[in-house]
């Protein structure tokens, strides 16, 4: 008998990219949508600029790096605190890599998570490093995607 929790998410994706002509042809439309979910605020998104996506929205390649990016942190937080290492400052520049078919639309190919993670003076920075890979057993999308996410943690002691 399985004790898994189930947990469910809801959102709403709303198209507001009709120019007057819907999707007449491909340059007829904008990509630009509302992402929205109750209680939070709505993300404006579009597609990639190579797309034909406007640039200063979010597309779904940046939030699917960014989730990557959030989840790791989260985790690594929880580890911190239950391994009694105090964290004061953690940043993560990621980059993720999607590769376009000629037949299959296109898929990432690869993550990569480089967490820099300040810890307190007389913290254990080999351990406060080894909880990066606990940290990335225990992420709920990085389990989730077909490609491989890499981390390239640096941990820095607070003098």
């Not at 198209?15 to 819907?22: F, R």
């Not at 913290?123 to 709920?140: I, N, S, T």
């Amino acid at each position: 008998m399985s004790h898994d929790k189930q947990h469910r998410y809801a959102t709403r994706t709303e198209w507001s990219g009709n120019l007057g002509e819907g999707t007449a042809n491909y340059r007829a439309y904008s990509r630009d949508h509302v992402i929205s979910a109750a209680g939070r605020p709505d993300l404006l998104g579009s597609s990639d600029p190579a797309f034909r996506g406007d640039a200063s929205r979010w597309n779904p390649e940046d939030l699917l790096v960014a989730s990557l990016s959030s989840c790791h942190m989260l985790w690594y937080l929880h580890l911190c605190a239950q391994a009694k290492i105090v964290l004061l400052a953690y940043h993560d520049d990621a980059a993720g890599t999607m590769v376009e078919g000629d037949h299959d639309g296109g898929r990432f190919t690869q993550a990569v998570l480089r967490p820099v993670a300040t810890i307190a003076a007389g913290g254990d920075a080999v351990l406060a490093k080894a909880l990066h890979e606990e940290a990335h057993r225990l992420c709920f999308i990085a389990n989730s995607v077909n490609f491989p996410v890499t981390i390239e943690p640096t941990v820095l002691v607070a003098d």
